[in-house]
C-alpha cells in the first residue's frame, strides 16, 4: 500500500508541475536544412494562404499565375514554434503545430478542411478522405506499354497513381497533358501549390504527398523540344529550395471555393459568342475562291458555321501564309488583296482565324512584359508588345484572331505570356471588338 501511494504521488506531482507551466521545447522552423519563417494569410471568407520560406528570402519570386489582390497580411508569422498555435482567417480556423510541422484548416462547424504536414525530407503530405479527387489539369496519364488506350477508361479521379505533372504532347485519348497543381477533393476540400512545381504522388489511400521538383536549366529551344529540360516548367531562375506556397480552400460549398480561386489567380477572360459556335478548319488550301466558295457550300446547304481557320504553310503543304513561322500572306493562295478576300468572307458573316507559330530564341529570346507596356518594362524583341506588332498588319487586313501553335519549348511563365500576348494585344489594337 504504502508503494501504490508513493507512485501515485510521483505522479500526481508531475501532473502538477505540468500544469504550473513547465516550458514547452521549441522547435526552430527548418526548410531544406535553413532557417525558415511559416507565414499564413487569409485570401477570402473560405481560403487561407499557407507559406515556409528561407528566412533570409526577401520576397517570393513573381507568379503570373496569381493575381495582384492575392497577399494580404499575415495573421500569423513564426520562426519557431513550442506549444501548438490557433488562429483563424475568414470563415476557417488554423490550428499549427510542431514535430513534424502540420497545418490543420477547419471550418466554422468544425469540420476538418485539410491538413498538411511538411516533413523532414522536403516532401508535403495533406489528407485524403476517401473520396474522388479532381483537378490537376487537363489530359491524363500515358497508357502502360502493351494496352490499347482506346480501351482505357478516362481519368477524372486523379487517386491511386503517382503523376510527373510534366507537360507533353501525346498521341492517345488525351491529346496533351497540360498540368496545373490544382486539386479539389469532392469531399469539401481543394489545394492549390503555387510554389514549388510539384510532382502529385495520390498511391497512398489515406495521404497525398506533393513531391518538389527543380527544374532544369534549359532553356530549350525548337530544335530540342523533344527532350524534358523543364519545357512548361517555371524558369529555373526563380526556383527556391524549401519554399512552400500553398492555398487551401473549403470547399464544402464549391461555388464558395471557386469564387476565392478566381480572386487569387485571376478571373478568365469571357471568349466571344462566335468562339463557342462551329470552326471549320481547312489544311491545304488551292487559292481564295475556294476560301469564299467552301463558306457559300455551307451557307446553300443551311449548315451553321460561324468562323473558319487556316493552317500555315508547313504544317500543310499549301497554307495561308508562306513558310512558317511567317506573317506574309501566300501569294499563291491569295490572288486578289489579302483584305479584299476577307471582306468577303466576313460577308458571309464568317470570322477569319490564322495559326501562328513563334519564332525560335534566335529571334524571340522569351516573352515578357504587358500590353500596353508598363513603365520600367524594357521594350526589346522579346517584349509582348514588340512582338504584337508582327502581328498587327494581319488584324488590319481583317484577320479576327490566331491560333497559336507550337512553342512547347516556353517554360510556363512565357506559355502565360504568350496567352496575355493575344488577349492584350487584340483589345489594343481593336478595343471594344469582340
Keep these: 500500500m504504502e508503494v501504490v501511494v508513493r507512485v501515485f504521488g510521483v505522479i500526481l506531482s508531475a501532473t502538477v508541475v505540468l500544469a504550473l507551466g513547465q516550458p514547452v521545447p521549441v522547435t526552430p522552423i527548418v526548410t531544406a536544412g535553413r532557417p525558415a519563417v511559416l507565414t499564413i494569410r487569409p485570401v477570402g471568407a473560405h481560403s487561407v494562404r499557407i507559406t515556409v520560406a528561407p528566412a533570409d528570402l526577401k520576397e517570393l519570386p513573381p507568379n503570373p499565375a496569381l493575381a495582384e489582390n492575392a497577399t494580404l497580411q499575415p495573421v500569423l508569422r513564426l520562426t519557431e514554434i513550442g506549444a501548438p498555435r490557433t488562429v483563424r482567417a475568414g470563415a476557417l480556423r488554423i490550428d499549427v503545430r510542431p514535430q513534424p510541422l502540420t497545418v490543420v484548416v477547419t471550418d466554422a462547424s468544425g469540420r476538418r478542411v485539410q491538413e498538411l504536414i511538411f516533413d523532414a525530407g522536403g516532401h508535403l503530405?495533406?489528407?485524403?478522405?476517401?473520396?474522388?479527387?479532381?483537378?490537376?489539369?487537363?489530359?491524363?496519364?500515358?497508357?502502360?506499354?502493351?494496352?490499347?488506350?482506346?480501351?482505357?477508361?478516362?481519368?477524372?479521379?486523379?487517386?491511386?497513381?503517382?503523376d510527373t505533372m510534366e507537360p507533353r504532347w501525346q498521341a492517345d485519348m488525351y491529346g496533351s497533358r497540360n498540368?496545373?497543381?490544382?486539386?479539389?477533393?469532392?469531399?469539401?476540400?481543394?489545394?492549390?501549390?503555387?510554389?514549388?512545381?510539384?510532382?502529385?504522388?495520390?498511391?497512398?489511400?489515406?495521404?497525398?504527398?506533393?513531391?518538389?521538383?527543380?527544374?532544369?536549366a534549359g532553356p530549350?529551344?525548337?530544335?530540342?523540344?523533344?527532350?524534358?529540360?523543364?519545357?512548361?516548367?517555371?524558369?529555373?531562375?526563380?526556383?527556391?529550395?524549401?519554399?512552400?506556397?500553398?492555398?487551401?480552400?473549403?470547399?464544402?460549398?464549391?461555388a464558395a471555393a471557386l469564387k476565392d480561386f478566381a480572386?487569387?489567380?485571376?478571373?478568365?477572360?469571357?471568349?466571344?459568342?462566335?468562339?463557342?459556335?462551329?470552326?471549320?478548319?481547312?489544311r491545304t488550301l488551292e487559292d481564295d475562291r475556294q476560301l469564299v466558295s467552301i463558306v457559300d457550300t455551307f451557307r446553300s446547304k443551311r449548315i451553321p458555321i460561324d468562323a473558319v481557320i487556316y493552317l500555315g504553310t508547313g504544317f500543310a503543304p499549301r497554307g495561308w501564309?508562306?513558310?512558317?513561322?511567317?506573317?506574309?500572306?501566300?501569294?499563291?493562295v491569295f490572288t486578289r488583296d489579302p483584305k479584299a478576300v476577307i471582306a468577303d468572307l466576313h460577308a458571309r458573316h464568317v470570322k477569319v482565324v490564322v495559326h501562328v507559330v513563334p519564332w525560335d530564341r534566335d529571334r524571340l529570346p522569351t516573352l515578357h512584359g504587358s500590353i500596353p507596356p508598363a513603365p520600367g518594362e524594357s521594350l526589346d524583341a522579346s517584349h509582348l508588345h514588340s512582338y504584337w506588332q508582327q502581328h498587327v498588319g494581319l488584324t488590319e487586313s481583317g484577320i479576327d484572331a490566331f491560333w497559336p501553335d507550337e512553342g512547347e519549348w516556353f517554360h510556363l511563365h512565357e506559355r502565360l505570356a504568350r496567352h496575355r500576348l493575344y488577349y492584350e494585344g487584340r483589345l489594343s489594337t481593336g478595343p471594344n471588338v469582340r
Design 179 to 216: 498540368p496545373a497543381p490544382v486539386l479539389f477533393g469532392t469531399g469539401g476540400w481543394g489545394l492549390f501549390v503555387a510554389a514549388p512545381w510539384v510532382q502529385v504522388d495520390l498511391r497512398d489511400a489515406n495521404r497525398g504527398v506533393f513531391l518538389p521538383v527543380a527544374p532544369a
Design 125 to 162: 503530405g495533406f489528407a485524403l478522405d476517401g473520396q474522388p479527387v479532381l483537378g490537376m489539369g487537363e489530359g491524363g496519364p500515358r497508357p502502360d506499354r502493351g494496352t490499347t488506350w482506346r480501351e482505357q477508361p478516362v481519368q477524372f479521379d486523379r487517386r491511386g497513381r503517382l
Design 220 to 254: 530549350p529551344d525548337e530544335r530540342n523540344q523533344q527532350e524534358s529540360l523543364g519545357k512548361g516548367l517555371p524558369p529555373a531562375s526563380l526556383f527556391v529550395p524549401g519554399l512552400w506556397d500553398v492555398f487551401v480552400f473549403d470547399a464544402h460549398e464549391p
Design 321 to 332: 501564309n508562306t513558310q512558317q513561322p511567317s506573317f506574309t500572306f501566300n501569294p499563291d
Design 263 to 282: 480572386a487569387i489567380t485571376g478571373r478568365a477572360a469571357m471568349p466571344p459568342k462566335w468562339a463557342l459556335g462551329y470552326m471549320q478548319s481547312h
